[in-house]
């Protein structure tokens, strides 16, 4: 079930078991509410009853905000460009009377500002409403309109900054601007028919144009229901063919937009955990194995550092340099509890005085270890191309933070997530066997020779120390500005701004998974093949109700269907039900229909495939002629015993980087989206990778039984039968052989039912 706040407010809609029930009559007093079915049914039950109800949820036509009704939640880039300036202006008013500042920050005021009836040290909230609405009040009609701030009182601004607060950004947009997408109310039914009919028509003939195709609606109408039947203008029926089968057949191109940053500003004064998370990533210093093939390999160590505290709140190793997936799942980890692993001792338990290690874990269902975690609201990054991109823009939105690369050539603005890189070097990486040193300069002989650690024991002994030894590590220099010469740590820091400010505790639904993966607007799904993401084809039963519908979003994608690819596995992509806003995996068309498992793939071998297959002037009618091409690429070509000393080592750390991939996503994955236990496999476990002799044979199994399929399907399940013995047809056809003979008293055509005798060479005598 998906978390999120119920509105139990008089009006507002609950769904119990699939039932829907409207609230009646609150109680807040009681602990209770009153409702109430469409057929006059009412009950009455409480709050903790609704909230720990496994099957409750708020109606999506009442307590979804205007624009998600019914539909896939909207977002940002659902906006035209000029939509998204208003909303920007929008914003930008609103914080003027919050902050008294356009930007938010007293740090970064514009010329003039605080304006006197916007200061807040001098006037009240409602106050600086007041005021901004008179402000807009004066501006020019059609300036205000044109601007989108017309007939702006204090009613609207209070409106815009609820929504806000809920929904960030895109709350401050008007639900005109995402309006549900109206259909065509001239395509009757008759026309639907004639329009389907003349579909199916011109799949067997040669291709015509549209007008012809116009033509032969009109003649089906007339022919079939008469002339009082009204047909729509060609241009309508253009664009209902376009909707519905596409332009000429072929497949739809995916709207890319321009990533934009936000602009890059001066030093911010950081008083409270997660306001400044600096972000980076590095190579190593240590020289580990990987668990495929045991070579020695080079990670790269992505870090997470809360400014404030100096807390290391989430670290990630890949083998390659990681991607715009694994920046959004560090930031996910960043907002998520640590749980507890099974050596830990109960020194590295949740420690932090003012919220109990007992309520925590009753939110998050573990127990957690000691180590904050806080939604970011800024996040501080270098140039790299991983956090300059449009999926990165996605993800600040999802998680309501916001990326600021640093300046250039302003060193100060990342120097404190670079100076704990020089800390933990100097403090563990240089203790481990294989360190490399910090240049080529200082490396040892043979390093490699050295790593004995794999990746991940390297990584369980860095969560380990950065629990058990940094948070509790004396600061030094490094000690807060109210308390230079005091004994502080991470911990303690943490520990004293909860005195100070307090502690929101805000855990993230197991959903955000989903709206932090890659999105991509399909604008049909196809009846029988699904839906098609990056080449690839995708179905599953979740969309049976939405086939060959158009979906109801408006906006920049209106009528699109969004679905979301998990780029490290891109066996399933997930699609998120209107009707119920759930979650749920489809799975690649090409899978095996036996239920033989199949290694894992990620972007890199879909495109090689696809490559391949392209280059060799194939064209597969469905993705399942794919899976013996893809099944060959994993490794089902050589002897399984020769493939470690035939491959090079950049194809050994390919493999190893791909089923590493794999089970970062599994362990990612939320835990109701995971397979059942006794069907994981060793892949996909967390923690473990599985090793390439038993991955490979498990490709050569799975490739096996795919041809066995193509040929059960052909030349059905025939057997054939066991060979005669031997002689059998010198027996038959002998010319020696001489003619059973008949019986004495038998009647004349009577035969033996005996066997006919062989011939017997007489005894001497005879």
Partial sequence: MAVGLLDVSPGAAVVLDGVRWTVERQEPHLGRVQLVTADGVREQVSFRFLVN??????????????????????????????????????????????????????????????????????TTLTQRRQAKANELAALD???????????????????????????????????????????????????????????????????????????????????????????????????????????????????????????KHGHVLVTRPGQVVALDSTVLPVMVREHVFGDPVRVHLTLALDVFTRSLCAFRLTLVSDTSVDVAMVLRDVMLPLPMRADWDEEMTWPYPGLPAAVVAEFTGYEVAGLPFFTPETVTTDHGSVYRNHHLVEVQEALGCRIL????????????????????????????????????????????????????????????WVVKVWQNRRLGEYAPTWDPGGDHSPNSLFAASFAQSGFPMDIPSPDLYYRLLPEHQVKRIDPRRGVKVKGLWYDGPALDAYKGLASSRGGRHKGQWVIHREPRDRRTVYFQDPATHEWHPLAWTGLPPDGTDLPAFGDLRVEELLTRVRQAGLKPQTDAELLPALLKMIGAVDPVAEWPTRMTKARRIRHAREAAQAAAAAADRPPEARPAPDRLRPATVVGKVEPWPEQARRATRALDAERRRRREERVGDTRPGLPPRLGATYRAHSLFLLPAEDDSDGEEGSTDPRPPQSYQRPEQGE
């Fill in 53 to 122: 109800h496994p099957g409750c949820r708020a109606a999506t036509d009442t307590g979804a905000w205007g624009a998600n009704r019914g539909r896939q939640e909207v977002s940002l880039r659902d906006l035209p460009d000029d939509k998204q300036r208003l909303v920007r202006l929008r914003f930008s008013h609103l914080m003027e009377v919050n902050t008294g500042f356009r930007s938010g920050d007293r740090l970064r005021p514009r010329p003039g500002e605080p304006k006197p009836e916007y200061d807040p040290d001098r």
């Fill in 141 to 263: 009609w059609e300036e205000a309109q044109a601007l989108g701030l017309a007939r702006v009182g204090v009613r609207t601004l209070e409106r815009w900054e609820r929504k806000r607060k809920r929904f960030g950004l895109i709350g401050c947009a008007d639900d005109r601007w995402l309006r549900e997408s109206g259909g065509h109310p001239s395509i009757t039914e008759e026309v639907r028919e004639a329009i389907f009919a003349v579909r199916e028509e011109t799949r067997q003939r040669s291709r015509v144009s549209a007008r012809t195709r116009a033509v032969m609606i009109h003649r089906y109408v007339r022919e079939t229901f008469g002339d009082e039947v009204a047909v729509p203008s060609y241009e309508t029926l253009l664009r209902v063919w376009k909707e519905w089968f596409g332009p000429g057949g072929g497949r739809q191109r995916y709207v890319r937009s321009a990533a934009r940053l936000p602009e």
């Fill in 405 to 464: 690369p640093a300046r250039v050539l302003r060193p100060t603005d990342k120097h404190t997530v670079e100076r704990v890189f020089g800390s933990v070097r100097s403090l563990l990486f240089e203790h481990i066997a294989g360190y490399t040193g910090i240049d080529v300069a200082d490396r040892g002989a043979a390093p490699e020779d050295d790593a004995a650690l794999t990746v991940a024991q390297m990584e369980h002994l860095i969560a380990t």
